[in-house]
């Protein structure tokens, strides 16, 4: 789940909550995943460094990414 | 004001300057006057030494210069230039102290013909990538505003690299680089770099492909004007910027790619988003959400509230019932009751226990009993037989 994602079944939730017509048990539902939605999404972004690695093919062709330094 | 000076004449008095102090005067006017230049004329008598340093003659019609050229960077140019050829050189007038010579300090040098061809070759490029609609506006697509995984393709130990991790480490550090390498310029570089791009294609989660490099000279930057680097730019499935950091020039890449960036800074900064930015956001949407659920129970507690309400009048109405069945049940019973009877003159015997005495057998003669009447009891006696 990216947190583009996570942003906009954040908002899709914020909005049918505020619209007023959802059942309780509903909008309980609504809550319980925007706050996991936003836990989700806050954790990826308090990622402290950001992660780079490099693409080496392999003579058969096929892929392999390893993590650079630095 | 003036006299005119006797010139056949010196003075002691006189100053005079030594030649060194001459030429290092004019030197100095010489080098703060300018600014490295590109200058266009004709190679004459070029020297290569040993040392690695090219010596030559820069001529027009009217005027030649003398022009030294230091082995590192006369390394970079192919062959010392023949006699009569055509260049473009990029030098620093400067005054050569030691023999007061007027000379150039030559940094580059690129043939005016190799300038034409390249020249040549890039209108050809272009003509035809915009024969075939890859410059066009339709293909464009947007940059995703939230992208985690970036691919750069540049070389791996390039600045641009560099730069593009530093940027994305303080914006977006939640993202992660993929970074294809590959030559940027030189031999090799136009497949080097279109290979590269289409690797792109093969790794997987990639949202944004930028390719680019720092800085360099015009012709550095061929690669990212060659037919085959812009096709393959074109193929790659996810939006595109170039960043060939060449402020002045506009690459063939640049107009290809879906964003062009100056610099690979300013790609960095295009393609990820600012982590402040987007956790603002997030506090705006917790704050709604809560809001949200809170504005939810709050109507649900209203709902309960007036349940309970009506709940409550339900109940009393069925209380006032019950109470008034009570009530006239319990006038029934009243008038069913024996006391009631006594009322109306009748009078009971009972027991000193209790019990009433019913029959004539149950009264002992002079065993005491007590006649129950309507106000109270009447204690009484049977008699002796």
Redesign the interface.
């Known amino acids: 789940m990216?947190?583009?994602q996570d942003?906009n079944r954040?908002?899709e939730?914020?909005r049918?909550?505020?619209a007023?017509d959802?059942e309780?048990d509903a909008?309980?539902a609504l809550?319980e995943e925007?706050?996991a939605r936003?836990r989700a999404?806050?954790e990826?972004?308090?990622?402290?460094?950001?992660?780079?690695?490099?693409?080496l093919?392999g003579a058969n062709g096929d892929?392999r990414?390893s993590d650079?330094d630095? | 004001m003036t006299q005119s000076l006797p010139l056949s004449q010196i003075a002691p008095t006189d100053e005079v300057w030594t030649v060194s102090q001459l030429t290092s005067a004019a030197k100095r006017v010489v080098e703060g006057e300018f600014m490295p230049v590109w200058i266009r004329g004709e190679v004459v008598g070029c020297k290569a030494w040993s040392s690695g340093h090219w010596y030559f003659g820069l001529r027009d019609r009217g005027s030649q210069v003398r022009c030294c050229m230091w082995s590192r960077y006369s390394q970079l140019a192919a062959e010392p230039p023949k006699d009569g050829t055509e260049v473009f050189v990029l030098a620093k007038p400067g005054i050569y102290e030691a023999k007061g010579e007027f000379q150039l300090n030559v940094t580059r040098m690129l043939p005016t013909a190799a300038i034409g061809a390249a020249r040549r070759e890039l209108e050809r490029v272009k003509e035809l990538l915009q024969r075939d609609g890859l410059f066009d506006h339709a293909r464009k697509r947007p940059i995703p505003a939230l992208a985690c995984t970036v691919a750069v393709v540049t070389s791996a130990d390039g600045a641009a690299l560099r730069d593009v991790i530093t940027v994305v480490g303080k914006r977006w550090p939640c993202c992660r680089l993929v970074v294809v390498n590959a030559r940027v310029q030189g031999d090799g570089a136009v497949h080097a770099l279109a290979r590269a791009l289409a690797l792109v294609n093969r790794i997987p989660e990639i949202e944004i492909c930028i390719v680019g490099r720092g800085g360099g000279g015009r012709e550095d930057l061929a690669a990212f004007n060659s037919e085959a680097v812009c096709r393959a730019l074109a193929a790659v499935r996810v939006p595109t910027i170039s960043a060939v950091g060449h402020e002045t020039d506009v690459s063939l890449t640049d107009l290809v790619a879906d964003l062009r960036a100056a610099t690979p800074s300013a790609a960095a900064e295009m393609a990820v988003a600012d982590r402040r930015e987007v956790s603002r956001r997030l506090d705006d949407l917790a704050a709604r959400l809560a809001g949200g659920l809170g504005s939810r129970t709050r109507l649900a507690a209203e709902r309960l509230a007036r349940t309970r309400d009506r709940l409550h009048g339900a109940m009393e109405a069925v209380i006032r019932h019950e109470r008034h069945r009570a009530d006239r049940l319990g006038a029934q019973l009243d008038a069913l009751s024996p006391l009631r009877i006594l009322d109306r003159g009748y009078a009971v015997p009972v027991r000193p226990d209790g019990s009433v005495l019913k029959r004539r057998a149950e009264f002992a003669p002079g065993a005491p009993f007590r006649l129950r009447v309507a106000d109270g009891d009447v204690p009484s006696r049977v008699e002796p037989s």
């Open positions: 990216s947190i583009a942003l954040l908002e939730i914020v049918t909550l505020e007023e959802v309780l909008a309980l809550f925007g706050v936003l999404a806050r990826r972004l308090g990622t402290a460094e950001v992660k780079v690695q490099t693409v093919e892929l990414l650079l630095g």
